[in-house]
């Protein structure tokens, strides 16, 4: 079946701009996640929702960063007023309930210019 | 906080080399620690689930381990295909939902 898709898959930004990223979850899953890959670093944890709860948000950077998963599928992170430190892989997973494994999408690098 | 760490960063083997990969954890509360690989350009992919000590689990030329302060992924005659990163990710059971994962270990089997 289709897996956990997200686009772009590769964005610039120039600084300042803002920027959203998309992510489709597998069908069914309850539990979707994001998180913010460095290059050569495992993924940090930014946020996490169950259906459209987001149930902890403590690993957002800053007021800039949003996320929102309106009606429990599709889920969107909002970066406003892009900086150059927002360079990164944003990935997102989703899971059939919050404990279990997790399945990745294939990321959105995004260049902050 | 919760920590995890791994080691080594790196590891090239040749073809047919067994070896170990180990992750180190610091948690309080253990729900369930991950292995999972990562393919350049690529999101991480579940291999394993472990959750208490003792337990094992293997796929293929895989097997990972568990005791309560580390996991080791162990590989057996490793072929050029295994390259890649393996991270591992570990769940508490006061916040099942907030993951923290290691930083890798990036593995190159030679042929």
Partial sequence: ?113 | EDQVTQSPEALRLQEGESSSLNCSYTVSGLRGLFWYRQDPGKGPEFLFTLYSAGEEKEKERLKATLTKKESFLHITAPKPEDSATYLCAVQTNTNAGKSTFGDGTTLTVKP
């Fill in chain 1, 1 to 113: 079946g289709a897996g956990v898709s997200q686009s772009p898959r590769y964005k610039v930004a120039k600084r300042g701009q803002d920027v959203a990223l998309r992510c489709d979850p597998i069908s069914g899953h309850v539990s979707l996640f994001w998180y913010q890959q460095a290059l050569g670093q495992g993924p940090e944890f930014l946020t996490y929702f169950q259906n459209e709860a987001q149930l902890d948000k403590s690993g957002l950077p800053s007021d800039r960063f949003f996320a929102e998963r309106p009606e429990g599928s599709v889920s969107t992170l909002k970066i406003q007023r892009t900086q150059q430190e927002d360079s990164a892989v944003y990935l997102c997973a989703s899971s059939l309930a919050t404990s279990n494994e997790q399945y990745f999408g294939p990321g959105t690098r995004l260049t902050v210019t």
